[in-house]
């Protein structure tokens, strides 16, 4: 069957290649969610859009067996880079995770930090993450609220960005735990929500605001059509962010919080 949204899948391959420069700043996460999602020694993990492998390599720490699944390359050469360095087997792979290349029930726990919010398809997804659990395994992600700042950022963008093709699921919908709620519905128990903050160094609103435009992928994708097609829009979009991260930016720190969701399947 063709996936409706390849096309849009291989230009985000594009811009997320440049997202290893985020990596400082999602450590401290990873380890809160590994944490959380109770990772111990002899488990097999699955880390879903594993990014450059923080999640991962945070695992196999603890003495878990794991597998990184990402669609961009740069980045899983990056993960590779990560786990090499401390001296962990980790498995890498290139993949969709709205398509696990995985049989039914193979980990013992699948965890996902801000990564399967951005597959186009959220039931598709959490289906595929679900399916490769095993029953009475543990599924745990981190997302990002949408009434909080990286949440209105991506609602603040979205409004310069082409309408999405049809059947799209906004990721900041992750971090509601109601939606959250009711897509799991009854395919887990224990359903637990944790709030954490991530905290990142900025001089200034407009200092932050270009860290991102360099390395968030889809704002990099819209930041670069923009300054060809209509600057003026560009400009309007700056303002934008600059003044929405003021609230949030205090002391050089831009503080933010963040969803932890983990349960346990059926």
Excluded at 64 to 92: C, T, Y
Excluded at 202 to 207: D, I, K, R, V
Excluded at 224 to 235: G, I, N
Aim: with cysteine; hydrophobic share 45%.
């Amino acid at each position: 069957m063709t996936d409706p949204f390849a096309a849009m899948k291989a230009a985000q391959k594009h811009g997320w290649a440049y997202f290893a420069p985020v990596e400082t700043f999602t450590i401290a996460p990873a380890g809160q969610l590994v944490r959380r999602a109770g990772v111990h020694a002899g488990q097999h993990v699955l880390d879903v859009a594993c990014g450059t492998g923080v999640v991962s390599v945070t695992a196999a720490r603890r003495g878990a067996r794991v597998s990184g699944l990402d669609f961009a390359p740069d980045l899983l050469a990056r993960a590779r880079q990560n786990s090499e360095l401390a001296g962990l087997d980790i498995e890498w792979i290139e993949g969709d995770a709205e398509q696990l290349p995985f049989p039914d029930a193979t980990f013992d726990a699948v965890l996902s930090q801000f990564g399967h919010i951005f597959a186009p398809r959220a039931e598709v997804a959490l289906s595929e993450m679900l399916r490769a659990l095993k029953p009475g395994g543990t599924i745990a992600f981190s997302t990002w609220p949408p009434e909080l700042y990286t949440g209105s950022l991506f609602d603040v963008a979205g409004r310069y960005m082409p309408p999405p093709p049809p059947g799209m699921s906004p990721p900041t919908l992750w971090g509601d735990p109601n939606v959250v709620r009711q897509r799991l519905g009854s395919t887990v128990k224990d359903l637990v929500f944790d709030r954490q903050d991530t905290l990142t160094p900025a001089l200034s609103p407009q200092h932050y605001r270009l860290f991102l435009e360099r390395t968030i992928g889809p704002l990099k994708m819209l930041v670069e059509s923009l300054s060809t097609s209509d600057p003026a829009k560009l400009a309007a979009l700056r303002r934008e962010l600059d003044v929405l991260v003021v609230p949030y930016f205090e002391d050089n720190i831009v503080k933010q919080g963040y969803l932890i969701t983990r349960a346990t399947k059926v």
